[in-house]
């Protein structure tokens, strides 16, 4: 690995200016479960290593009425045990157990996971079914933007080089309301996402009020699919229903094939993993 220098900045406000100072040559380091590897094979060879562990605020969840909000260093461990994320929020907790062995889950953190922006990140699709904002900030202040628009590509988000993520503003769901998160790996253990899907209802008066459904690892960035949630909104949900939304979340995938599965069973899967979310998620708005 080439040498790096280190900082560890004791504050948001020091942060920043580290990066204002030396953005474009430093990296972020959170739990390190991405960038270490990278760095050590060479695709990353920052000057400076910047070291968020110090940063308090980085680090809180905080359940309100509104809504809930996370510190992008909170990590994976912390979101899968938490009993406020488990309880409304049920899918992003979902999300964080699958991420990696509880060795890495207790290092990965929730920002990390967003930043480095793989198609397979676990952590971004129930974040985009519950609407959750970013809050980005950088040298002019803080700047908000829905977590559905942070990617912008393979590994490309909208950050700055001068910005950090801060944290992440999930807006309370409400009553009736469920999600689950769900993928599918060739093995149990230690394996990325061929297909996650996130699914979130909203009931009223026996019909869907709102569905959001949202796909990994069918396209650079996570997507929604939003066929398949106009076919839910205003209905009353039923089995047949939920087949002929599953069968619309396919126009959403734009899948490749590679070793980890063809683009025919990367199809096949988002129309079955979007079956089985919705159907979870409607059991949990009407429990
Ligand atoms: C064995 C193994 C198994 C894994 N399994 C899974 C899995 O099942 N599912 C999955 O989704 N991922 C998996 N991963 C990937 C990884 O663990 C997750 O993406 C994790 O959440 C990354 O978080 P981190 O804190 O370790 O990020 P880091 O490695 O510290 O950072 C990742 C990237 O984000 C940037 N960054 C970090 N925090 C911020 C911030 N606040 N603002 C701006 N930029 C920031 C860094 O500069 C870096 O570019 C696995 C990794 C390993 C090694």
């Known amino acids: 690995m080439r040498r790096f220098d280190i900082a560890l900045p004791q504050s948001l406000e020091d942060c920043l200016k580290v990066l204002a100072d030396r953005g474009p040559d430093a990296k972020l380091l959170a739990g390190g479960t991405d960038l270490l590897p990278q760095m050590k094979n060479g695709a990353l060879k920052p000057a400076l290593v910047v070291d968020l562990s110090a940063i308090g605020r980085l680090r809180r969840i905080d359940n309100g009425q509104a809504g809930l909000r996370i510190g992008a260093a909170v990590t994976a461990r912390e979101l899968e045990l938490s009993p406020a994320v488990r309880g409304a929020y049920a899918a992003i907790a979902e999300s964080a157990a699958l991420v990696g062995s509880i060795q890495v889950r207790n290092l990965a953190t929730l920002g990390g996971n967003l930043c480095n922006a793989a198609p397979s990140a676990d952590?971004?699709?129930?974040?985009?079914?519950?609407?959750?904002?970013?809050?980005?900030?950088?040298?002019g202040g803080?700047?908000?933007?829905?977590?559905?628009?942070?990617?912008?590509?393979?590994?490309?988000?909208?950050?700055?080089?001068?910005?950090?993520?801060?944290e992440l503003v999930?807006?309370?769901?409400?009553?009736?309301?469920?999600?689950?998160?769900?993928?599918?790996?060739?093995?149990?253990e230690l394996d990325i996402a061929v297909v996650g899907v996130a699914s979130q209802l909203a009931m009223a008066n026996g019909r869907c009020a709102k569905a959001r459904i949202s796909l990994a690892s069918v396209a650079p960035t996570p997507v929604r699919a939003t066929a398949a949630e106009r076919a839910l909104e205003g209905q009353v949900v039923t089995a047949d229903l939920i087949e002929r939304a599953a069968a619309l979340a396919?126009?959403?995938?734009?899948?490749?094939?590679?070793?980890?599965?063809?683009?025919?069973f990367r199809t096949h899967l988002v129309r079955v993993l979007t079956r089985r979310t919705l159907t979870a998620a409607l059991a949990r708005a009407n429990a």
């Open 142 to 166: 803080e700047r908000r933007v829905p977590v559905a628009d942070f990617f912008t590509g393979v590994r490309k988000t909208v950050l700055a080089p001068n910005e950090l993520l801060v």
């Open 123 to 139: 952590m971004a699709p129930p974040l985009v079914a519950l609407e959750a904002q970013a809050v980005i900030a950088g040298p």
């Open 170 to 188: 999930v807006p309370a769901p409400g009553a009736h309301s469920g999600g689950q998160y769900l993928r599918h790996t060739p093995r149990r």
């Open 250 to 264: 396919i126009e959403a995938a734009k899948p490749i094939s590679d070793q980890r599965g063809s683009v025919e």
